[in-house]
């Protein structure tokens, strides 16, 4: 079966600081990855999503990037954060055409 | 363009009673829509899909939804529902799978 890990769960970062957030999917091959972010009393926006690797479609213009140096590993980076990037940062994976399935999470509050 | 509405923020129903919870949908075919919940501090697990044919799909934990063209709707039920049912619940459409729209979630509690 598969499964979609995210690190860290937590992370307090200071404002200017760099971010890396990692995921990673086990069980299949070839996934389509997607990046999510989560703010407090709202929905999910999409933020970054890879059909391969090397393949990244931003959704919005932002402070981050993302990239996918392997077929199962998604990355979530900022060079400098801003306060807006706090929010809960989820990770999903699809097979082509089919539902989403997302990670755990990560929780990130930038002070 | 799409969007998608959950017009109930909180709904609160005692346990053993009956859930609708309710999602309107924009969009100009009939797009892709999911039910997902979450619980706090968790990721989102999916429970059921819409992709076409009947349109009463049976999904896990004992949930249902009906896609009704005319109305737009995407409504989330459950005959009886459980204190483990406590959560919020998103739902989500697209015109494909990829670039999906969530609903701003329903936060689901549940007295004895």
């Known amino acids: 079966s598969q499964t979609i890990h995210q690190w860290p769960a937590t992370l307090v970062q200071p404002v200017g600081s760099p971010l890396s957030l990692e995921c990673t999917v086990e069980?299949?091959?070839?996934?389509?990855l997607y990046w999510y972010r989560q703010a407090a009393g709202r929905g999910l926006q999409l933020l970054f999503y890879?059909?391969?690797?090397?393949?990244i479609s931003s959704e919005v213009p932002q402070n981050l990037s993302a990239s996918r140096p392997q077929d199962r590993q998604f990355i979530l980076s900022s060079k400098k954060l801003l306060l807006s990037d706090s929010g809960f940062y989820l990770c999903a994976w699809s097979r082509l055409a089919d539902s989403q399935y997302f990670g755990p999470g990560t929780r990130l509050l930038v002070l | 363009a799409q969007s998608v509405t959950q017009p109930d923020i909180h709904i609160t129903v005692s346990e053993g009673a009956s859930l609708e919870l309710r999602c309107n949908y924009s969009y100009g075919a009939t797009p892709y829509l999911f039910w997902y919940v979450q619980s706090p501090g968790q990721g989102l697990q999916l429970l059921l899909k819409y992709f076409s044919g009947d349109t009463l799909v049976q999904g896990i934990k004992g949930f249902e939804a009906e896609f009704k063209r005319s109305q737009s709707s995407f409504n989330l039920r459950k005959p009886s529902v459980h204190w483990s049912d406590a959560a919020e619940y998103f739902c989500a459409v697209g015109a494909d799978t990829d670039k999906l729209i969530f609903g701003t979630g329903t936060r689901l509690q549940v007295f004895p």
């Open positions: 890879s059909v391969g690797i090397g393949q």
């Open positions: 069980g299949t091959s070839n996934p389509n």
